[in-house]
């Protein structure tokens, strides 16, 4: 099995490390498609049932 070494550093310089990989992302943007076509997306919002399902209490247990 191969030996990972890992250095410590400062939460200011892992920022630093962290925006020097990602820093020039820029957002994707936003398109609307049909929910058959989401597989393997991510939402850009928040989405709403309009009916519940089951439409009955089924848990088990409370908590």
Do not use: C, W
């Amino acid at each position: 099995m191969a030996t990972v070494f890992h250095t410590l550093v400062s939460i200011e310089e892992a920022l630093e490390l962290l925006d020097k990989q990602v820093g020039g992302l820029k957002p994707l943007g936003v398109e609307k498609i049909h929910v058959n076509q989401s597989l393997g997306r991510i939402l850009a919002e928040n989405l709403l049932a309009k009916k519940s399902y089951p439409p009955f209490d089924r848990s088990t247990v409370d908590g």
